[in-house]
């Protein structure tokens, strides 16, 4: 169920509506302390959606709202399931994305 619920939410976290991304990841932001660790299955999924373009987004809101996701993975999760999807993302980065993603593994 998890998985079907995110296959459908992920494409609003990269939607061509600005409004509809930026509520996406405030959406997300409240969902991560409810699902905590439970997000484990579905976090290679996520991390990407959440991090392409957003964290690079020259929407203030936007990058907002993607830096406070990231923040609340890092709280509420097992940090190991973070690892190897940070890891991978912050190699294919550019610019203040590759730099929020490096601050966060460090």
């Known amino acids: 169920v998890l998985f079907q619920i995110f296959d459908a939410f992920k ?6 509506n600005s409004k509809v991304t930026q509520v996406a990841l405030e959406a997300m932001h409240k969902m991560i302390p409810l699902l905590k660790d439970n997000l484990s299955p579905v976090i290679n999924m996520l991390i990407p959606a959440i991090v392409d373009n ?5 929407n ?3 990058y907002a709202a993607a830096t406070n996701v990231i923040q609340a993975l890092c709280q509420h999760l097992d940090t190991s ?5 940070f890891c991978t993302k912050a190699q294919f980065l550019s610019g203040k994305a590759k ?7 460090a």
Do not use: A, F, M, V
């Open 60 to 62: 203030p809101g936007i």
């Open 81 to 85: 399931l973070l690892l190897q999807p």
């Open 54 to 58: 957003n964290l690079n987004s020259k």
């Open 11 to 16: 494409p609003r976290l990269h939607d061509s």
């Open 99 to 105: 730099q929020d993603l490096t601050e966060k593994l």
